[in-house]
DNA sequence: CACGTCGATGTAAGCGTTTACATAGCGATT
DNA sequence: AATCGCTATGTAAACGCTTACATCGACGTG
């Protein structure tokens, strides 16, 4: 492979010059600047990054943090990732850590000796209830600038891009009372950080409705469509009656629906249905499902460009948040 | 940041000693070995993979292109990628190419830039039709080895793991035609880079059971839910009858039990339909999907395995092949 | 006892860039 | 004509590591 040096030989100028070439230098004559580029072009050269970091110290890459890529909505917050990443000069650095604490704090020491530009931590267990276990985080952000999408920490180069979950959850469990519904379940997982911000909306709207809340129509389940199928089907033969479901996660919707089949309720005539991330599930099911869309894309591009910015030296609000609309589909009725 | 020096002064050793511990090597006395670990530790020394990249010309890392990792199948594939990988040693670079060919050009170019030391080529369109418009692959295997995954292409440094999507089809288009339907409906879509291999074992199938081919009944359709929702109850107004249903994918197959319910069809009773991927989506739907699954999981880890084992030397097959396996459910009905 | 061997460690060159600083050439100013 | 300043270019050091080769001491062997 060409380097440096045979450009150089092969123009008749130093290293220096084809360097500046490079660079886009604006010190360095038209003239020279189109035989160096010839030359390169010529050679097939292609300048080696490593060389490149160690001078610079930086490689333009962005190291993203998921938790688990295959989940629909992390999938597609990696993808606009990436593709916002590209936009603004930046490559991405995957890293997948699974929802173990120990392997996150790995996986986050192991990004930062690739030397990255920034993190971007994104993806359900992104916070610990503990705020302890946290500290990891802050460590990494003594490094480099740490953007969290959907969760909020707080800390010196730590950046939060959130959905306003709580007041979203909070406006479509008012509208279901609202439309005469007074038992409404709440489900929501351990995997989603965000499940308890969504938690807290769902209880104000019962309180300023005037709703006392019952423990038993709160449920943390895992994320999984048939557990949930189960776990609804159980809680009804048993006794326990509702006449709305709020999900934290579409999958929980999607097993929710299908418990309403296993029970003989038709909904939304008996059962409402609310998911949450307006994935592609939403769309599957029979009838369809009305989910909080929590614009991923819009997301997924304000992190890139906060961070960006960051780069850049400009000063950025430590938490910027996105408003989160409702698609209405037809697991529910209310105007 | 200390550096390879700050240890060497720091432990009283030569900086070649402290690389030696760094790399494992086994000409260093214990002794030297823990202390300079300590200082090591002491200082929270981590290594420069710049510098260390530019000495060993590769930074342990392998691209994934993946066409657009926000579609579900891809979206597991790039996880279970980037699980292997790291268990093997390897760091993930990835980049989410689109379906331009230009594009997808460009990026081939950036990521060998990037010194990695193979690629992964995951997603649906990962082969042109035009063979010329596979040149830029074989050009980037003159690099580093290419690894394709679900798609066949011949040259030095080219490898593929696929499954066998022309026997899968074959196999349930004849069992499709021995429960008795006739007119099968086969769809496809463009982005599916095995739409054609799956394609040919419809046909297979049709011609060893003596049925003739009938053009009307294949389809090449954009892969959308609601597109292909309409064009069959299109279709199927303006006469065209079909009593089964095979997809090169899961979101055509939704498409197509939205549709069945639009016509009045029962399922699997007038029509029967078979999905491709086996995809979270096929557990959404009512009636839930039959579906070829083909292991992605498998796939991936086969992927990785093969590119690892030519990293290190060993010779493997150009083509390695993974059996998929039908996973039925309700929306078909046969033996 | 001289010598070869071997294991542990040190020295220094090299990897391919970037960039501060030096230099050369040339027109403008006095 | 000497000086200044500016632009285009060159020189060389630095970035932090790996590793071939050199060195050194200890030990076994004839």
Redesign the interface.
Known sequence: MPNIYDISERSGVSIATVSRVLNGSPKVSEATKNKVLAVMDELGY?????????GL?T?NTVG?MCS???D?FL??A???L??NLRKHGY??????TGYELQNKKNYL??I????VDGLILVGSSLLEPNDEDNLYIKEAASHVPVMLMNGVLKGAGIYSVVCDDCGAVSSVTERLIKSGRKRILYLYTAESGSGLQKLKGYKEALKANGIKCDKDLIRLLPCD??NTRHLLSGLYTSGLRFDAVVCSED?LA?GA??AA?DMGLSIPGDLQVVGYNNS??A????PELTSIDNHVETLSATAVKCLTDVFQGKRIPAKTIIQNALVQRETTRFQ
């Open positions: 292609t300048p080696n990054v490593f060389a490149r970091g160690l110290n490689m993203i688990d890529s295959s629909p999938a597609n990696v993808y606009y990436e593709q490559d991405s650095f995957l890293c997948c020491e192991l930062l000796t690739k030397r469509i048939e999958r999607v629906i299908k089949k592609l599930l769309l599957c099911t029979d």
